[in-house]
């Protein structure tokens, strides 16, 4: 599992990159990988060893879990972690969250 530093260290030296030959990566690109970091952060890793993967479409967040009593505990918590990522991402980024 990459720690929070390498998430952010990858993340600058690829927007020094692209803005070295020009490229413009996808706003949605650096957004996932925050949404990523501030996942890990906020829900530490005993919810981190159930996480499967993570996805962003537009602002709906999309949580696979492997544990269904992990997923039915934080199913009753959504309201509060959609308000936790979106401080964690200083705006309103998630809107909605599914844990699937």
Same mark, same amino acid.
């Given at each position: 599992?990459?720690t929070r530093l390498?998430f ?7 927007k020094? $990159?692209?803005?070295?030959?020009g490229?413009?990566?996808s706003?949605?690109?650096? &957004? $996932?990988?925050?949404?990523?970091? *501030?996942?890990?952060k906020?829900?530490g890793?005993?919810?981190? *060893? ?6 962003l479409?537009n602002?709906?967040l ?6 269904s009593? &992990?997923r039915?505990?934080?199913?009753y918590?959504?309201?509060k972690?959609?308000?936790? &990522?979106?401080?964690?991402?200083? *705006?309103r980024?998630?809107s909605k969250?599914?844990?699937?």
């Amino acid at each position: 599992m990459y720690t929070r530093l390498t998430f952010s260290l990858l993340l600058d030296i690829i927007k020094c $990159f692209s803005l070295k030959i020009g490229i413009n990566f996808s706003k949605n690109f650096f &957004l $996932f990988l925050k949404i990523e970091e *501030a996942w890990e952060k906020l829900m530490g890793k005993g919810v981190i *060893a159930y996480t499967q993967s993570i996805k962003l479409q537009n602002t709906t967040l999309i949580v696979s879990l492997t544990s269904s009593v &992990l997923r039915e505990e934080l199913s009753y918590g959504k309201d509060k972690i959609i308000k936790m &990522l979106n401080e964690e991402m200083g *705006a309103r980024v998630v809107s909605k969250l599914m844990l699937v």
